[in-house]
């Protein structure tokens, strides 16, 4: 019992980040699917956010994707987004829809679309000075789709050229995630297509660049607790963008295709210091919901990172250092899998309540009647997200 109240504490501490892009449509490359009250403006995706943060408690922040969510006055966002009753968090460069882009950004063989990309990197951190945020989240969508098209070594020497600029531009409290991608929209070279490449780079420019861990963007079958694990000892781990992924780069549902996976990871960062408040390390989702409703999608998503996390502090470390000592490989699996396949819905359930919400966040929000007045409101929404 002592041991619940204890984890519902450490809960309580918990803050994860949603994307302003996920509450927009969104769809693949065959087809982008509208669907009615997707918000029509960066306001009333905050307010769809600020839905995600009033039914779970802990979701206060909502990350800004440039230019997809431009607007004249940030600053002036920034105090709506607090008048919503949430802030504005990462700031996500965009450098990869633009007709210039065809053959990298920042690693473009062209010095001037080199520098056109360096700018709104640039201009990215102005806008960070702006709305307060801590994080710029880099991701380029650099490589090659067939072999000889660029040289490999130079494009990494214009990536670090744009990096160190960008790097010296960062205020005192401000910092670089880096995030790599195995592949696509390059699909024979990426030019940041793993943790390695990332934390070299990272390593590099120093203590305010760390590595983003997109769960979707390895190799099948990679085991991204151990990126985890690594890049936590090494101090280089900044963010979680967390969804669930099949194949590739689903973007689905966080925890929704694998929950072990989520739970070993969340294991990882609450063994490794991660979820200590110092530690620093941003929890974001980064899902584009295709075919589900979007902000019952985000909620699920955010119970679900909550859910792994309930369990990942339900270990008890001291058996498994036990077991794991003494070598004994089953006893070690077992403590390990006994807080798994523990039912925590009851702790959260529990939680929820204390802090004045309900404990079946997606229920209460359907019963809000929310869903209904933006369908009724919101006529003619943008597509905010792939393709915008
Ligand atoms: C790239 C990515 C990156 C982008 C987002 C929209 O696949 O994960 O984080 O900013 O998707
Ligand atoms: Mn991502
Ligand atoms: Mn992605």
Request: aromatic residues 10%; glycine residues 8%.
């Amino acid at each position: 019992m002592g041991a619940h109240i204890a984890i519902k504490q450490r809960l309580l501490a918990q803050q994860i980040e949603t994307p302003s892009w996920a509450y927009g449509n969104s769809g693949t490359r065959f087809k982008v699917f509208a669907q009615p009250g997707v918000p029509r403006t960066v306001e009333e995706k905050i307010d769809d956010a600020a839905q995600v943060h009033a039914h779970t408690g802990i979701a206060p922040s909502v990350a800004l994707h440039i230019p997809w969510d431009k607007v004249e006055d940030y600053g002036k966002l920034a105090k709506y987004a607090e008048s919503a009753g949430i802030r504005l968090g990462t700031i996500n460069a965009n450098v990869f829809q633009d007709d210039d882009y065809k053959l990298g950004s920042v690693t473009n063989p062209d010095p001037r679309v080199r520098r056109k990309a360096l700018d709104h990197l640039l201009e990215c951190v102005d806008i960070m000075d702006a709305t307060g945020s801590r994080d710029l989240k880099l991701w380029f969508s650099d490589g090659t789709n067939y072999p000889g098209q660029d040289d490999i070594r130079e494009r990494q020497d214009r990536l670090a050229e744009a990096l160190d600029a960008v790097y010296a531009r960062l205020g005192a409290n401000q910092r670089m995630l880096l995030e790599y991608k195995l592949f696509e929209p390059a699909f024979y070279t990426t030019d940041v297509p793993d943790w390695g490449t990332a934390y070299a780079h990272c390593l590099r420019l120093g203590e305010k660049a760390k590595v983003c861990v997109d769960t979707g963007h390895h190799a099948p079958g990679t085991n991204i607790e151990f990126i985890v694990a690594f890049l936590l000892r090494e101090g280089k781990l900044g963010a979680f963008d967390f969804n669930s992924r099949f194949y590739a780069d689903d973007d689905l549902m966080v925890g929704a295709a694998d929950p072990f996976q989520l739970f070993r990871i969340m294991y990882e960062v609450v063994r490794g210091g991660g979820y200590e408040r110092e530690a620093g390390i941003a929890f974001m989702l980064d899902q584009c919901h295709n075919i589900e409703a979007k902000i019952p999608g985000q909620i699920r998503s955010v119970c679900n990172v909550q859910e792994a996390t309930a369990k990942a502090l339900l270990v008890d470390r001291e058996a498994l250092a036990e077991a794991q000592l003494s070598g004994d490989v089953i006893a070690a699996n077992d403590v390990f899998m006994d807080a798994y396949s523990t039912d925590v819905r009851p702790i959260l359930a529990e939680l929820r309540e204390e802090m004045g919400i309900d404990p079946d966040p997606v229920a209460a929000y359907r019963r809000s009647g929310y869903q209904d007045r933006i369908n009724a409101e919101r006529v003619g929404g943008n597509q905010a997200g792939w393709g915008a």
